[in-house]
C-alpha cells in the first residue's frame, strides 16, 4: 500500500468516526458545531520525522485524528507531510524538501505548525525556518530549544520522557527472581544516548543484577542474543534506528521481531510494545499523546489557549500498563505491581462472569446454613445460658451479701425496697426488717435536711454518681458515719424513679481523723509556744552577757593597771560571754528555719554566691583564698535561707585549712534528674569517713574549741535548711588532711 493510499485511508477512517461522533452526539441531545463556525478554517501542518509506515506514528495519528474530529475541527484543513529524514541525511534532499514545501505552501496560509519528533522540530527551525514564520508551534516527543534557535516563533513543547527506571523497577516487581537485564538499542548516537541514559540508571541494581547492552552488535547478533538468554533474564527494549551494519528499520519492526524470537520476557517503553507482543512496562503511551496534542491544537484554533511566551513546556508522565497474556505466559507475580497498574488482555474469569450469581448462591447457603444452626444450637445456648445466669445471679447474691458495705435501693422519697446483710451492722436490723420502712428512720436528725437536699440534686443528674456524707443511728443508738456513692434510676420520661446506693463505714476513719485533727493543733500550739520561748529566752539570755561582757571590758579602764593573770581571767570571762552570746545566736538560727521561713521561689544561684564573696570579702583577702567556680543553676527555693547555707558551709572552708596552706575552695554544679546538685571541694583538714554523718549532729564537734572556734550549729543550720528544701546534703573525705567536698542536691524550678 502506497503512501497516499494509507493516507486516503486514514482520511476515510476519521471523517467514518467524526461521523460517527456527530450522530452520538445527535442521539444523546448533543447539538452538532456548525461548520462555518470561525475556527473552522485553521490550517494545521503536521511534519512528521520520518517515512510514512511507523507504528508509533499510526497509534498517534489515530487517537489524534478521532480527537480532532470530535472536537469540531474541519479535517480537510489538516496538512500532513512525511519528511523521511532518518533514511535521507544528504544536506541535497533537505534542499529538495524545502524547495517542495515552500511551492506547496506558498498560496496556503498555515496557522498552527505541528512537529513530531525531533528531526521534525530541528528542520522547522533550522531549515525551514521562513515557511509559516508567524505561525505557532507544538513539537511532540523533541527536546525543548533554546529562545536562540526559536527564532522569534512561539512553541509549546508537549514531552513524555522514558521511564527506564520504573520500567526496571516494574520488571523486578514482576520477575523478584531477575538475576541479568538486557537492554536492547541500536547504535545510532540517539540509540547510544538512550543506552546510556539507562546504563546510569541501572547503576543502583549493579551489586545485585548482571547489566548487558547490545549497542554493538548487528540486528543479526541482538536477536540470536535475545533467544539464547540464561534463565532468570528479562529484556527491555530501549530505541532503535539502525545497528552496527547500517541496518536501518522502524523501532516497532524489530520489536516485533525480538519478541517472536526472544527466549524472556521483553519490557518497552511505548505502548505499542503490548502490540508487538511485548509485557509492557512504564510506558509513554503514544495513544494518549496524540489526543493530548489533538487537544492543544484544537484549543488554540478555537482561542481557548494563547502561548504566553517564546517556550511553553508540558511533561506527561508515564503510566505502568502490562498485557495480562504475557505475564501469564512468563510467570510474572502481578500482584507485586503498584494499584495504579493498568492490564490489557484481561480475559474476564468465571467470578468476574457469574460473580451476582455466586454471591447470590453463597448468600443463600449462608442464611440457609445459618437458620439450620441456629435451630440446632438454640436449644443448647438456651440451656447454657440458664446455666450462666443461674451461676451469675449466685455470685451476685454472693457479693452483695458477704460485703461489709451497705448496699440499698429506695424509691424516690427513701422507702427501703431491698437491702443487703450488712444492715445488721449499720442499722442493727436484719433485711426484711428493713424492707418498707425509710432510710431517714435510720438517719441522724441533724443529718437528714443535707441528705434530702443531696439526694434531691441527685435526680437531675442522669446516670451520674453523686456522693454525699451523713451518721446512721442504729436501733441500739450506735451511730455510724457512712459515706455514700448514690446512682438515680430513670424512667422513660427521664425522671428519677428510685436510687441505688453503696454506704461504706468510715467511722473509724473519720474518729482517726479528729484525733489526727487535735494532735495537729496541739502541736502547732506547741510550736507556737515554743518559738515564743525561744525568742524570749534569747533576748533574755543575751541581756545579761552583753552587760558581763561590757562591764568586763570596762573594769580594766576603772582599776588602771592591773595584774596579768587577773587581766587574763578577764579576758576568759569576756571570751565565754561572747561564745555564748554566739551559740544564743545559732540556736535561735536553728530554731527560724523552718518558722521564719520565706516561700520558694525560682533563685539564681550565681547572684547568691556573689552576695557570699562579698560578705566574706575581709577573710578571703585576709586568708588569701583562691575561690573556682562554674556556672551554678536557678533553683527552687527560699533566697535567705540558700545565703546563710552558702555563707556556713564556704566559711568552714576557709575556717578549716590546713594550718599556713592556701585555702582552695572549687564550687560546681551538674543537673540531676528530679533536682540539681551542688559540690563545694576545699583542701582543708579533711574528715575521717567513719565521723562524716557526725558532723551534722547540733553541738557535735570534732575538735576543741582552741584549735577551731565555734558553736558546733552551723552545720546542723545547713542540714536543717536542706531538708525543708527537700533535699539532701553530705559529706565526702578521704581523711585527715584530704580536703573533703559538701555535696548538697536542691529542687529546679521544673521539679516543684
Known amino acids: 500500500m502506497t503512501n497516499t493510499i494509507r493516507k486516503a485511508f486514514l482520511v476515510f477512517c476519521a471523517v467514518l468516526v467524526l461521523a460517527c461522533s456527530l450522530s452520538a452526539g445527535k442521539a444523546f441531545g448533543q447539538a452538532a458545531r456548525p461548520a462555518d463556525e470561525p475556527f473552522s478554517s485553521q490550517r494545521i501542518l503536521l511534519l512528521f520525522s520520518y517515512g510514512y509506515g511507523s507504528r508509533g506514528v499510526e497509534l498517534f495519528n489515530e487517537a489524534f485524528l478521532a480527537e480532532m474530529a470530535s472536537s469540531g475541527i474541519n479535517l480537510s484543513s489538516l496538512f500532513f507531510e512525511y519528511l523521511d529524514l532518518g533514511r535521507n541525511a544528504d544536506p541535497a534532499y533537505r534542499q529538495q524538501l524545502l524547495a517542495y514545501l515552500k511551492g506547496k505552501y506558498a498560496d496556503e496560509r498555515i496557522d498552527l505548525i505541528i512537529t513530531v519528533q525531533q528531526p521534525a ?22 527536546p525543548t530549544p533554546s529562545a536562540t534557535e526559536l527564532g522569534g516563533r512561539q512553541i509549546i513543547s508537549q514531552l513524555s520522557r522514558f521511564d527506564i527506571k520504573g520500567t526496571v523497577e516494574r520488571s523486578l516487581e514482576l520477575f523478584p527472581n531477575t538475576k541479568e537485564i538486557l537492554f536492547v538499542s541500536g547504535s545510532s548516537p540517539a540509540d547510544k544516548k538512550v543506552a546510556e541514559e539507562a546504563r546510569t540508571t541501572s547503576l543502583a541494581w549493579k551489586d545485585r543484577l548482571t547489566i548487558d547492552f547490545t549497542t ?92 504566553d511566551g517564546p517556550i511553553t513546556v508540558i511533561t506527561n508522565k508515564a503510566v505502568p500498563l502490562f498485557d495480562w497474556r504475557q505475564i501469564r505466559r512468563w510467570g510474572g507475580f502481578p500482584q507485586n505491581l503498584p494499584p495504579e497498574t493498568q492490564f490489557v488482555n484481561r480475559d474476564p474469569g468465571l467470578w468476574e462472569l457469574y460473580k451476582f450469581h455466586i454471591l447470590t448462591a453463597l448468600l443463600f447457603i449462608v442464611i440457609e446454613t445459618a437458620l439450620i444452626g441456629a435451630l440446632l444450637v438454640n436449644n443448647r445456648r438456651r440451656r447454657r445460658a440458664e446455666v450462666l445466669l443461674a451461676e451469675s445471679e449466685r455470685k451476685y447474691r454472693d457479693i452483695v451479701e458477704r460485703t461489709p458495705d451497705l448496699i440499698v435501693w429506695t424509691d424516690r422519697e427513701g422507702t427501703l425496697l431491698f437491702v443487703n446483710h450488712a444492715s445488721n451492722i449499720i442499722f442493727g436490723l436484719r433485711p426484711e426488717n428493713c424492707i418498707g420502712r425509710s432510710v431517714f428512720d435510720f438517719t441522724h436528725p441533724d443529718d437528714r435536711k ?26 441500739d443508738g450506735q451511730i455510724h458515719h457512712m459515706s455514700w456513692n448514690t446512682r438515680p434510676i430513670h424512667a422513660s420520661s427521664g425522671e428519677a424513679v428510685q436510687f441505688a446506693s453503696i454506704a461504706r463505714d468510715i467511722t473509724d476513719r473519720y474518729n482517726a481523723e479528729r484525733t489526727l485533727l487535735k494532735t495537729v493543733d496541739r502541736l502547732t500550739n506547741s510550736n507556737t509556744e515554743l518559738e515564743r520561748f525561744a525568742f524570749v529566752a534569747s533576748h533574755d539570755l543575751r541581756e545579761p552577757i552583753r552587760t558581763l561582757v561590757a562591764f568586763s571590758q570596762l573594769l580594766p579602764r576603772q582599776l588602771g593597771t592591773i595584774a596579768q593573770e587577773a587581766q587574763q581571767s578577764l579576758d576568759m570571762i569576756i571570751h565565754a560571754a561572747k561564745r555564748m552570746d554566739a551559740l544564743v545566736l545559732d540556736l535561735l538560727a536553728y530554731s527560724q528555719v523552718s518558722s521564719h521561713a520565706q516561700p520558694f521561689n525560682p533563685v539564681d544561684m550565681n547572684v547568691v554566691l556573689q552576695d557570699v564573696f562579698s560578705d ?77 554523718d557526725q558532723i551534722f549532729v547540733i553541738f557535735k564537734r570534732l575538735h576543741t574549741i582552741m584549735d577551731y572556734p565555734g558553736t558546733g550549729v552551723g552545720l546542723a543550720i545547713c542540714k536543717r535548711i536542706v531538708e525543708r528544701h527537700r533535699g539532701r546534703i553530705w559529706v565526702e573525705s578521704d581523711g585527715i588532711n584530704k580536703g573533703s567536698t559538701f555535696k548538697l542536691s536542691l529542687p529546679t524550678p521544673g521539679n516543684s
Open 450 to 475: 443535707r441528705t434530702a437536699e443531696a439526694m434531691g440534686a441527685g435526680e437531675s443528674s442522669r446516670d451520674t454518681i453523686f456522693s454525699f456524707e451523713n451518721r446512721q443511728i442504729a436501733e
Open 616 to 692: 566574706l570579702k575581709t577573710t578571703l583577702l585576709e586568708s588569701r583564698a583562691e575561690i573556682n567556680h562554674a556556672k551554678l543553676p536557678i533553683v527552687l527555693g527560699d533566697q535567705l535561707q540558700l545565703h546563710q547555707l552558702f555563707m556556713n558551709i564556704i566559711g568552714n572552708a576557709l575556717k578549716f585549712s590546713s594550718k599556713g596552706q592556701r585555702p582552695v575552695v572549687s564550687i560546681r554544679a551538674s543537673e540531676q534528674d528530679e533536682a540539681c546538685e551542688i559540690a563545694i571541694s576545699d583542701n582543708g583538714i579533711g574528715i575521717e569517713p567513719q565521723y562524716a
Open 216 to 307: 554493538d552488535l548487528s540486528l543479526v547478533e541482538i536477536l540470536k542474543r535475545a533467544a539464547s538468554l540464561p534463565p532468570d533474564t528479562v529484556i527491555i527494549f530501549l530505541q532503535y534506528n539502525v545497528d552496527t551494519e547500517g541496518k536501518v528499520l522502524f523501532a516497532y519492526e524489530l520489536e516485533a521481531m525480538l519478541t517472536k524470537a526472544a527466549n524472556a520476557p521483553v519490557f518497552g517503553l511505548y505502548d505499542y510494545n503490548l502490540r508487538n507482543g511485548g509485557i509492557g512496562g512504564s510506558v509513554v503511551s503514544v495513544a494518549e499523546l496524540g489526543q493530548a496534542t489533538a487537544r492543544l491544537a484544537a484549543d488554540f484554533v478555537k482561542g481557548t489557549r494563547q502561548i
Open 121 to 142: 522540530l530541528s528542520f522547522l527551525l533550522h531549515d525551514a525556518r521562513d515557511i509559516a514564520l508567524n505561525a505557532p508551534v507544538i513539537s511532540f516527543q523533541a
